[in-house]
């Protein structure tokens, strides 16, 4: 894979993203856990310049319409500009490689469930109507070029998740989990972030601290009405508090769940998590590469060299063409491989792209949302505690699927495979 590609397929004309490696957990020394976020940018302007650059080199130029638009109602109050607007952009997307799932109980719940009698509209996309949305909306385009050159269909899934949030906006969720709880009730009576970079008056915190006696319903449309209505929901997946072996388990301390979230279209976060995994893309072509001549230069030598008897260069060699030949550009970083599934479309990329967004625009760090017990609102993001999405995964202090926060309930059945 990679050979006929070029890394600047991807990347040219973008500013570069700096090259960040994901740390190895080596079991001797603990990983710090600010050096595994990929925060760039981290200034609000520079942020808002990168998202800009991306729509205006990678969009087709009617998108790019459709993205001035939507940056222009950004921050308007009224429920039109928010996550879930009731407008043609209120669907609930499920992807899959067949019908398999379809009348699972799983499915079932968004297809049928509470989510149908508050208006949502599902859609399921499979890979060739995938492939087909793809080429109708991005014909031409290097994103075109990425979904078709990725070489794994887990890869692909990740991606498709993004593009739909981007461009169409609404509810993204894995196809074995279970809704819980309407959509409306996502983030009901969140707590209200108060630090940061000043980016809400002191009058409107005092407003907000005289209705703490308020009832829920008080207390969202007050913060609706000095906000806007949120345009992104997101839960947490890990948050390992205090332990010091987390990196040989979990990618990140701090980790977004992936298989549930949603966004009013051309959100900066799914736009940012597209342009990550072009880069990231251009960084696995790179190594592919690098990786294929290093491998065919081994066999050159080795091809030089006499079999019999079998001298200790040649023993040496055909060891290194072993440990060459088990490395491809999917392999994890631990096992000699550049990104693995996880750093290169997964987890850690959304995780980053959300994580990026909070700190540049609102001054929140990643640090500042463990523990989380209830919704968080920051600016215009509703941040759900592990509870939302992933209740009764018995880790990181969640809730059962009982609970007042179990929105959710993802049952790990890979679905994206």
């Known amino acids: 894979w990679g050979q006929n590609l070029s890394s600047s397929d991807f990347t040219s004309g973008l500013s570069p993203f700096p090259s960040h490696s994901p740390p190895v957990a080596?079991?001797?020394?603990?990983?710090?856990?600010?050096?595994?976020?990929?925060?760039?940018p981290i200034t609000y302007p520079a942020?808002?310049?990168?998202?800009?650059?991306?729509?205006?080199?990678?969009?087709?130029?009617?998108?790019?319409l459709e993205y001035q638009t939507e940056k222009e109602m950004d921050g308007m109050v009224g429920s039109v500009h928010g996550w879930d607007?009731?407008?043609?952009?209120?669907?609930?997307?499920?992807?899959?490689?067949?019908?398999?799932?379809?009348?699972?109980?799983?499915?079932?719940?968004?297809?049928?469930?509470?989510?149908?009698?508050?208006g949502w509209e599902w859609k399921l996309m499979l890979d060739d109507t995938a492939t087909t949305w793809i080429k109708q909306h991005l014909a031409g385009?290097?994103?075109?070029?990425l979904w078709a050159n990725l070489p794994s269909g887990i890869l692909n899934a990740d991606l498709i998740r993004y593009l739909l949030l981007a461009l169409?906006?609404?509810i993204y969720s894995d196809t074995d989990t279970l809704l819980l709880k309407p959509p409306s009730r996502w983030g009901a009576g969140a707590d209200l972030w108060r630090g940061g970079k000043g980016w809400m008056s002191e009058a409107d915190i005092a407003r907000m601290e005289l209705l703490s006696g308020a009832s829920e319903e008080e207390r969202d449309r007050e913060m609706d009405r000095l906000l806007g209505r949120a345009r992104v929901v997101v839960g947490i997946e890990a948050d390992v508090g205090e332990r010091e072996d987390w990196a040989e388990w979990w990618p990140r301390p701090l980790q977004i769940v992936q298989w549930t979230m949603a966004m009013a279209p051309y959100h900066p976060i799914a736009l940012s998590a597209v342009l990550r995994v072009l880069h990231n893309t251009a960084t696995a072509v790179t190594f592919a590469q690098d990786h294929y001549s290093n491998y065919t230069s081994l066999r050159t030598q080795l091809s030089s060299l006499p079999v019999y008897p079998p001298s200790d260069l040649r023993t040496e060699l055909e060891a290194?063409?072993?440990?060459?030949?088990?490395?491809?550009?999917?392999?994890?970083?631990?096992?000699?491989?550049?990104?693995g599934v996880i750093n290169w479309t997964g987890p850690s990329v959304f995780t980053d792209a959300v994580l990026s967004y909070l700190l540049a625009r609102y001054g929140i760090t990643w640090r500042d949302l463990r523990g989380l017990q209830r919704p968080l609102r920051v600016g215009d993001v509703l941040v759900l505690p592990v509870t939302g999405f992933s209740p009764g995964v018995g880790?990181?202090?969640?809730?059962?699927?009982?609970?007042?926060?179990?929105?959710?309930?993802?049952?790990?059945r890979g679905s994206w495979k």
């Open 26 to 40: 080596s079991g001797a020394d603990p990983v710090d856990p600010d050096s595994v976020y990929n925060l760039h």
């Open 47 to 64: 942020y808002t310049a990168a998202i800009d650059e991306f729509v205006s080199v990678v969009l087709p130029p009617r998108l790019q």
């Open 85 to 118: 607007a009731v407008d043609e952009r209120r669907v609930v997307w499920q992807t899959d490689k067949d019908e398999e799932r379809v009348d699972g109980t799983d499915v079932r719940s968004w297809r049928e469930g509470s989510a149908l009698s508050e």
């Open 141 to 145: 385009t290097r994103l075109e070029k």
């Open 168 to 170: 169409r906006g609404g």
């Open 320 to 339: 290194q063409l072993a440990h060459f030949g088990k490395i491809n550009v999917l392999t994890e970083p631990r096992n000699g491989g550049p990104l």
């Open 395 to 412: 880790n990181f202090g969640a809730g059962d699927i009982w609970s007042a926060e179990a929105m959710v309930e993802h049952h790990f």
